[in-house]
């Protein structure tokens, strides 16, 4: 159950990235959230067959195929939270924010990959939420659409969490990693519908002024 409903947020992932992909209207931000939906689904893949077959791998290749899954992870914490600097951000604020979210990245997979423990998977997740609470509060004090829908994906993710930390079982045939999986899946369709209206800083305002002096 648990490969089944990790190859399952995988279909999600994939589907949505390719549809907010073909909606990205040319916006940047949007195409960001597409690849942290895409990083997902191929998280969700290798994280599936770990749990799948790893009876049957050795103990170098299934060490080997965590880490890929972490780190496909963290590339989705990445994307997402890029997405939110370029809709947010302009000129040389974007430039040093997307390359401090690099060497983010960067710092926090080197030491994963010496130390694969999910609890630092974990840490990095929160991090993640907690920026997208802030570009929520960025979006209404902007009058920006689309902050409902990131805040309750990041309820929906929170939700997870508690739910794959608790170890809590609802049944001996669905457990809780199946219950994350699945409360995963609906915080991406959330995260989707807020990408969905995602505009990069300075295209929403030239669109604005072109209607404007179309309608005067």
């Given amino acids: 159950m648990t490969v089944f409903t990790d190859y399952g947020l995988a279909a999600v992932g994939l589907a949505l990235a390719l549809k907010l992909q073909a909606r990205a209207e040319g916006h940047v931000s949007r195409r960001l959230w597409a690849a942290c939906f895409l990083a997902v689904a191929l998280a969700a893949i290798t994280g599936g067959t770990s749990h799948g077959w790893a009876p049957r791998m050795g103990e170098a290749a299934r060490i080997a195929l965590w880490r890929v899954t972490y780190?496909?992870?963290g590339l989705g914490n990445l994307f997402i939270l890029a997405g939110a600097v370029v809709a947010a951000t302009r000129a040389r604020l974007r430039a040093a924010?997307?390359?401090?979210?690099?060497?983010?990245?960067?710092?926090?997979?080197?030491?994963?990959?010496?130390?694969p423990d999910f609890r630092y998977v974990v840490y990095d997740y929160a991090g993640t939420l907690l920026g997208l609470l802030v570009f929520t509060g960025w979006l209404a004090r902007h009058g920006r659409p689309g902050g409902a829908w990131i805040a309750a994906g990041v309820a929906a993710s929170l939700a997870g969490a508690v739910v794959q930390r608790s170890g809590l079982d609802p049944s001996p045939a669905f457990n809780h990693n199946d219950l994350f999986h699945v409360v995963q899946a609906v915080g991406l369709y959330f995260y989707f519908q807020g990408g969905l209206v995602l505009a990069d800083a300075g295209k929403r305002e030239q669109a604005f002024g072109v209607r404007g002096a179309a309608g005067a």
């Fill in 71 to 73: 780190g496909l992870v």
């Fill in 97 to 115: 924010l997307v390359v401090a979210l690099v060497l983010r990245f960067a710092v926090w997979f080197a030491f994963i990959s010496i130390r």
